[in-house]
């Protein structure tokens, strides 16, 4: 199903919020599939049962597995090389209207990202 899409990110150690601009993307059952407005990036945000994956194909590719209740992985690759990090879900949920998670990404036992990405999702008649 074609759907709008606005993501918000919030940096829980600022505090700062982002909210990107709103972009047509693909609701599946367990799949929201878009492209960044300002980079064009592709993404695939997957929902499934305890994991979420988040999948962003660009120039730097990235895939995060967040797991609840266990420790996760984030594997960024860039014409430069490849990282795996670790990843910790505190929160998530997958609503009609908001796909979110809070999450962190960890690199030698510190923490390098701390956020809430938040999906509003607007469903087109």
């Given at each position: 199903?074609?759907?709008?899409?606005?993501m918000k990110?919030?940096?829980?150690?600022s505090?700062?919020?982002?909210?990107?601009?709103?972009?047509?993307?693909?609701?599946?059952?367990?799949d929201?599939?878009?492209r960044?407005?300002?980079?064009?990036?592709?993404?695939c945000?997957?929902?499934?049962d305890d994991?979420?994956?988040?999948?962003?194909?660009?120039?730097i590719?990235?895939?995060?597995?967040?797991?609840?209740?266990?420790?996760?992985?984030?594997?960024?690759?860039?014409?430069y090389?490849?990282?795996?990090?670790?990843?910790y879900?505190?929160?998530f949920a997958k609503?009609?209207?908001?796909?979110a998670?809070?999450?962190k990404?960890?690199?030698s036992?510190?923490?390098?990202?701390e956020?809430?990405?938040?999906?509003?999702?607007?469903?087109?008649?």
């Amino acid at each position: 199903m074609r759907v709008r899409m606005v993501m918000k990110r919030t940096d829980l150690s600022s505090g700062e919020e982002e909210v990107f601009p709103a972009v047509s993307a693909i609701l599946r059952d367990t799949d929201l599939l878009y492209r960044e407005a300002d980079t064009g990036a592709s993404v695939c945000v997957s929902f499934k049962d305890d994991t979420v994956v988040i999948e962003r194909k660009a120039e730097i590719t990235s895939r995060t597995v967040l797991h609840k209740n266990r420790q996760g992985t984030s594997v960024v690759s860039s014409p430069y090389g490849t990282m795996e990090l670790h990843t910790y879900m505190a929160d998530f949920a997958k609503m009609f209207d908001k796909w979110a998670v809070t999450y962190k990404i960890t690199y030698s036992e510190e923490t390098a990202v701390e956020q809430k990405i938040e999906w509003m999702i607007m469903r087109q008649s």
